[in-house]
């Protein structure tokens, strides 16, 4: 069917990638709402194809993984499918750093850079591709191919990264790590001849997880030792048997079990679960529809936690999801992965469908009566993502720039209704707590920080990866479980809690891991991440790669955080090449005066934690003298 655009129009490889999302045109419309020519032109708005905005995100992905990139023509077309007006599909479109607007080569190899592979050699690795292939962004191998630089990947226990898109009808993704130029331009070779494996990664989950097997384990038991991809493994250890006891319970009592356990948020924020289940659960009189929303978004540098538990036991997230949803009195919920997870995607999508063949998702859920289903959604490369809020709005189909607060997300969510936003370590530890009761659970851990804890140790450490433990060890405890400090085995700096975390010295490693004891260093524990510098580390160039982040990634909303981090990293950049205006002294005063102005005027944590770490190394070693 000719849609008469009045613009660029869409190749029928384009259209045939969007239609095979969104189903066929139909050859009549009826009416306003369906209408999409009117004398020649395109005709935007409509309540019914309005509705249909929040697939904006996974038609743009569908392009993307047909052509490689997005053209204005296939971006007319996702216009008029949906009824979204041009401008705003191209606004979406641009906001995400995995969308291409201009053309590229169909197979781009994605190389991290950022701090955790900077201590694996990813600084080498950068300069011998350059060598072998060009600078980063310039077409290679006949313009078949594209390499460029990359935020992390969260793949820091394989430091250094690469992750390879292949676009076509059978599009591909590849994650290489470890990576060496070899294997790198290889892989690339591979894809450019269609040999890419169908499935994005083979490794071992044990090889992430240094503890797998061990019997102490609970949020980890399964990672490693069981086929993720079997629901029958799932129920022989263990699995929906917490869903089953939470039927027996009642919502109430479930929630009040998760009060009683003390659980806070894993993702960073240390909300506690309970009252924000509680607070939606008390709204169902109303007769809104209510939102169940796991975010796993995970892209705080340094972190990985969340995509291995995904990658090992995808089973226990929707478990998880399905106790909060028929807690919460919802019937919907959303998974919000990590674009640059592919293997997580594809391991989730498979649980989603065996779930549903199971009963375990969908209509009359183990025959109680309860109706929830899961969607998958994935990410784009949006760090500010994450912000629950900027997921909420990337889910409807729009930039994913964060709500100002209040109104919060229990109040108003997901498409302005009442939903729970927790992340995925969040989640599986909602099983432990229904099964062994929110008190024992509580027991767990000291003080307020209780229950068990996932950290994502990384960089310079003899076996990087996840481990658990309960909340209370120390900085020192975690390095040993880890085989102690690699590289020159002589430590630096520990920056705890990732880019937007702290760092800390040598000097502090007995340190509690726990909400009080990091606070009373001036520390924080964020997203669980534990990354070792040694001391053959250029800290300053550290500093320079966290500020970098920042200004990648700030979303442009708030002028506090649109210009704070641009001037953060031009005064590094001035004080790392001894080009200071006026004194030292003075641009470390600059310094303070920007985080200032971002903590107390931004948005949303982005910038209000932009700073931490780079004032937290200034203040504790002697950088710029």
Request: glycine share 12%; charged share 20%.
């Amino acid at each position: 069917m000719d849609l008469h655009l009045t613009a660029a129009a869409a190749s029928a490889e384009e259209q045939a990638a969007i239609d095979a999302l969104l189903g066929e045109p139909e050859s009549s419309w009826d009416g306003g709402a369906r209408q999409i020519e009117r004398d020649g032109r395109a005709v935007f708005g409509g309540g019914t194809a309005r509705s249909r905005r929040h697939l904006l995100l996974p038609v743009l992905h569908a392009i993307q993984e047909r052509i490689g990139w997005i053209s204005p023509g296939a971006l007319n077309y996702a216009s008029v499918r949906l009824n979204v007006a041009p401008a705003e599909v191209h606004g979406v479109a641009s906001f995400y750093g995995m969308f291409s607007l201009s053309p590229r080569p169909p197979v781009t190899a994605h190389v991290c850079d950022d701090i955790a592979c900077m201590t694996r050699g990813a600084g080498a690795l950068c300069a011998e591709l350059e060598h072998k292939l060009g600078p980063a962004g310039s077409p290679s191998e006949g313009g078949q191919t594209i390499w460029q630089r990359s935020a992390c990947l969260g793949l820091c226990e394989r430091a250094p990264a690469a992750l390879i898109s292949a676009a076509g009808t059978t599009a591909r993704e590849r994650v290489v790590a470890p990576a060496a130029t070899e294997n790198l331009i290889s892989t690339m070779q591979d894809a450019v001849n269609g040999r890419l494996p169908a499935e994005p990664d083979t490794l071992s989950t044990k090889l992430s997880v240094p503890q797998a097997g061990q019997a102490q384990l609970r949020l980890l038991r399964r990672a490693g030792q069981v086929d993720p991809s079997s629901i029958e493994d799932y129920l022989q250890r263990g699995g929906y048997e917490a869903l089953r006891r939470s039927f027996e319970l009642g919502a109430e009592r479930v929630i009040q079990e998760v009060i009683d356990s003390k659980l806070l948020g894993r993702g960073g924020a240390a909300f506690p679960t309970g009252k924000k289940w509680e607070a939606v659960h008390l709204q169902r009189h109303l007769g809104y529809p209510h939102y169940v929303i796991c975010n796993a978004d995970e892209s705080e540098p340094g972190t990985f936690k969340d995509r291995i538990v995904m990658e090992g036991d995808p089973f226990a997230v929707l478990e998880g999801m399905t106790i909060a949803g028929f807690a919460v009195g919802a019937q919907k919920g959303y998974v919000y992965v990590r674009g640059e997870y592919p293997l997580a995607t594809e391991r989730l999508n498979h649980a989603i469908r065996a779930a549903r063949a199971q009963k375990l998702l969908g209509q009359d859920i183990l025959g109680r009566g309860l109706r929830f289903d899961v969607e998958l959604r994935r990410g784009a490369g949006a760090y500010i993502c994450g912000e629950e809020t900027a997921l909420l709005n990337s889910i409807e189909g729009y930039r994913g720039e964060p709500r100002n607060k209040p109104p919060f997300p229990t109040q108003s969510g997901l498409f302005h209704l009442p939903t729970v936003v927790n992340n995925v370590e969040t989640l599986i530890n909602i099983p432990e707590i229904i099964l062994g009761g929110g008190a024992a659970y509580a027991r767990i851990g000291k003080g307020n920080s209780a229950g068990y804890r996932l950290f994502c140790v990384s960089g310079h450490v003899v076996r990087p990866g996840v481990y658990e433990t309960p909340y209370g060890p120390t900085i020192r405890n975690v390095i040993d479980m880890a085989g102690g400090v690699g590289g020159t085995g002589r430590l630096q700096a520990v920056l705890l809690g990732g880019a937007a975390g702290s760092f800390v010295s040598p000097m502090e490693l007995d340190t509690p891991l726990t909400f009080e004891g990091t606070r009373a260093i001036g520390a924080t524990l964020g997203s669980g991440v534990v990354l070792l510098f040694d001391d053959s580390t250029d800290l300053q160039q550290v500093l320079l790669r966290i500020a970098a982040f920042f200004r990648d990634e700030t979303c442009g909303q708030c002028v506090p955080c649109r210009v704070g981090s641009v001037r953060q990293e031009e005064v590094l950049q001035r004080l790392v090449r001894r080009q200071t205006i006026g004194s030292v002294a003075e641009e470390r005063n600059t310094l303070q005066e920007i985080a200032q102005a971002m903590r107390d005027a931004s948005i949303c944590g982005l910038g209000q934690t932009a700073s931490g770490a780079i004032l937290s190394a200034m203040n504790r070693w002697s950088l710029f003298s």
